[in-house]
C-alpha cells in the first residue's frame, strides 16, 4: 500500500508530530471529509507499507525523524518551492530557509 501524506493538508509542515505518533502507534484513522460518520482505519505497519509519499512546502520539522522513518519505510518527498511571498502563502519560512531545508534533505537522503 502506498501511503499518500498530505494530500488533505502540508501534513510534514504542520503535523510532524502527530504523523510520527500516529507511526509509532501503527495506525491513522481516516474521516471521509464527505461523510464524517465513515472512519476508516489504515495500518501503518512497515509490514503493510511499500511506500509514503510527502507532499510539502516545508519539510523542516521532518528533519530529525528522517532517519526513523528510513529504517522502517521507503518514502520520498514531493517539495514544492514556490516564488510567492508571505502575501500568499503566510504560513512557510523565508524562502531561503526553504532552500537551506530542502538542501539539508538532500544532504540527509
Known amino acids: 500500500m502506498i501511503i499518500s501524506a498530505s494530500r488533505r493538508t502540508d501534513i510534514p509542515a ?5 504523523f510520527m505518533n500516529r507511526v509509532r ?3 491513522v484513522d481516516a474521516i471521509n471529509p464527505f ?8 495500518s501503518l505497519r ?3 507499507v ?4 510527502f507532499w510539502t512546502k516545508n519539510a523542516a ?5 528522517l532517519a526513523e522513518l528510513s529504517a522502517m519505510y521507503p518514502f520520498y518527498f514531493q517539495f514544492t518551492i514556490t516564488p510567492y ?3 500568499v502563502e503566510p504560513g512557510l519560512p523565508d524562502k531561503r530557509e526553504v532552500i537551506r531545508t530542502f538542501q539539508q534533505m ?3 537522503l
Open 25 to 27: 502507534a501503527g495506525f
Open 50 to 53: 511499500d511506500c509514503i509519499v
Open 85 to 87: 511571498g508571505h502575501d
Open 61 to 65: 520539522p521532518m528533519l530529525p525523524h
Open 46 to 48: 512497515p509490514e503493510d
Open 35 to 42: 461523510n464524517r460518520k465513515q472512519v476508516s482505519r489504515i
Open 106 to 108: 538532500s544532504q540527509q
Open 14 to 18: 504542520f503535523y510532524t508530530p502527530w
